[in-house]
């Protein structure tokens, strides 16, 4: 028999919610059931952004920078930044200079923080609305702060025909994570929350190797003095 020549499988959330409900030996028939493991699925995506580094959540932007202005509020679905640039100039005479990060304890430390100059170094505040960041020297001109961050995964949102912000791969972990969930609330389905749990680490943990860079990795020794 032929192949169907596709390979665009996706779940709507309605479709994740129904997946879950039935692992738990259970179905979702009311608007309550709807709502809190929506809710639920809500928790489980703030979860996944403490559990580590979500590749496809890593995007690119800019702020422009002005002089005598040495802070920068990011956007709020900021989680952090793991890569930052100094952008001087522009077209062909465009550089990109990077920049060290600072510890709070280290920022604290220089005696001068009004120094200016192109900026070397950043101290990133993670407020509750939105990560702050502080750059040392305080920029003496206009320049381009570029960086990568990691933002939030989107909120479920009504539930409809949306879909979740996940890859496709991480579907399975989606479904597992969000039936130990509902398991914990239900009583008639308590009793299968252990084995929902290690099913649920199980294929997050298969979905967290996938999603890794594959770049090559070359590890210098270091000298001693």
Known sequence: ???????????????????????????????????????????????????????????????????????????????????????DGSGTSQSDLPISRFSVSQYSTIPNKLTEG?????????????PVVYLWPTPDKAYTFVYQQIRRIEDTGAVGSADPDVPARFLPALVSGLAYMISQKYPEAFVRS????????????????????????????????
Request: with cysteine; hydrophobic share 35%; glycine share 6%.
């Open 1 to 87: 028999m032929a192949t169907s020549g596709t390979s665009t499988f996706n779940l709507e959330i309605s479709e994740v919610i129904e997946e879950a409900f039935e692992r738990c030996g259970l179905q979702s028939k009311t608007g309550y059931d709807i709502e809190t493991a929506r809710r639920s699925l809500n928790l489980l995506s703030l979860e996944w952004v403490n559990r580590g580094l979500n590749f496809w959540t890593i995007e690119q932007g800019t702020k422009t920078l002005t002089a005598g202005t040495s802070t920068v509020t990011m956007d709020a679905d900021t989680v952090d930044l793991i890569q930052y640039w100094i952008r």
């Open 118 to 130: 192109r900026p070397v170094n950043l101290y990133i505040d993670k407020q509750r609305d939105a």
């Open 194 to 225: 252990p084995e929902l749990k290690a099913e649920y680490e199980f294929q997050w943990q298969l979905a967290e190797q996938e999603d890794r860079d594959r770049a090559s990795v070359h590890f210098v020794p270091g000298g001693y003095s």
